[in-house]
């Protein structure tokens, strides 16, 4: 005999909302939000970390050193690339899905922070500083 307290109490009841899947879309967007962050203030602590020489013998020689201007450009090509990504975003959300935009830019996002991170000259940084920035757009 069926009861109908026994299929109220089944816990994969068919239509039923499971809690890992809800959980880990929540992370992976928690994720892409403190990434935006990063990008947002990266610079803010690596421009004045480039542009200070010290003398010592524990200094690399392969260090990055900017001036000024080159450090504005670092901070303004995020920008310029969110700009461009804007422009793209809404038409590559329509095509895919945001949620398939979004899961295609996770691996681009992960690709600018290692481009940083294993980066020997300035121009290197400005090329991660404009993809992260165009991913942001497509994803913003």
């Known amino acids: 005999m069926c009861n109908s307290n026994d299929k ?6 068919p239509g039923a ?11 992976a967007v928690s994720f892409g939000a403190s990434v935006v962050g990063g990008w947002m203030s990266f610079t803010s602590v690596a421009i004045p970390k480039m542009m ?28 310029i690339g969110n700009i461009i990504g804007c422009l ?3 038409y590559v959300n329509q095509k895919i899905g945001a949620r398939k935009a979004f899961l295609w830019s996770s691996p681009l ?5 290692a481009m940083i991170a294993l980066s020997h000259s300035v121009w290197v940084i400005l090329v991660s500083r404009v993809i992260s920035g165009v991913v942001f757009g497509v994803f913003q």
Do not use: Y
Not at 8 to 13: C, G, I, T
Not at 17 to 27: G, S
Not at 109 to 113: C, D, P
């Open 8 to 13: 109220e109490n089944a816990p994969n009841k």
């Open 17 to 27: 909302p499971r809690a890992l899947p809800q959980l880990l879309c929540a992370i």
């Open 52 to 79: 200070t020489k010290n003398n010592s013998s524990l200094e690399a020689e392969e260090d990055i050193h900017i001036d000024l201007h080159t450090g504005s450009w670092i901070a303004s090509l995020f920008f």
């Open 88 to 90: 793209l975003g809404g």
């Open 109 to 113: 996002a992960a690709l600018t922070w």
